[in-house]
């Protein structure tokens, strides 16, 4: 079996506060998307920033935001490890009857095959995890105090943009291979992270 790109692993880092781990699975299959997101609601103490108690009494809009940030990015990371999961004979956090609506089985995994099966299943990862970055885009909001909050969805966002341009990017972790494209990358990155524009 080939091996899987790290950088299928480090997509919750991208979070503007340290956490104590980036790779988590069930205990066992997760039948339906409730179940993926019960499992990540159960997560999310263990990813909050050590503040959050405070923001949350101070501001639980904002908190909700930061708990909406990083349920986007668990969607994402959990789509970006499935190959690598799946090579590990670990549990998907990607829900069984969805795989089974969009025809995407073990063969995927293996041969990272990217057909109509595949390229639905990642558009609807890509727009779960873009509506939850959009509602929780008013972290960014004021200019210097947002900016890492910024940075972080202007990252997520450039990974959504990578799959969505090419899915098969997903079996390697959702980083380009190509310089030029990496570059390219970098630079929206940069004028979304200054600017707060898409």
Known sequence: KSKVSPMSRSVLSF????????SFHPSGPL?????????YRDALPKLRPGNFEKIKS????KAAQ??????????????LCA????????????????????????????QQTVDFAWRRLCERYIRRSRDLLQASALLGKPWLSGMT????????EQVLREIQVDPATAYAGG???????????????????LTGRR
């Open 149 to 156: 909050y910024r940075l972080c969805i202007a990252r997520t």
């Open 31 to 39: 039948e339906s998307f409730a179940d993926l997101m019960g499992f």
């Open 15 to 22: 979070l503007p506060w340290a956490i104590g781990f980036n």
């Open 58 to 61: 101070n501001d639980p809009a």
């Open 175 to 193: 980083r380009s291979p190509k310089l030029m494209d990496r570059l390219t990358a970098m630079t929206r990155i940069l004028w979304r992270t």
């Open 83 to 110: 190959r690598a999961d799946h090579q590990a004979n670990k549990p998907l956090r990607l829900p069984v009857n969805e795989l089974a609506e969009y025809r995407v089985d073990a063969n995927h995994f293996e």
């Open 66 to 79: 930061i708990d909406g940030l990083i349920m986007a990015l668990l969607l994402v990371d959990g789509l």
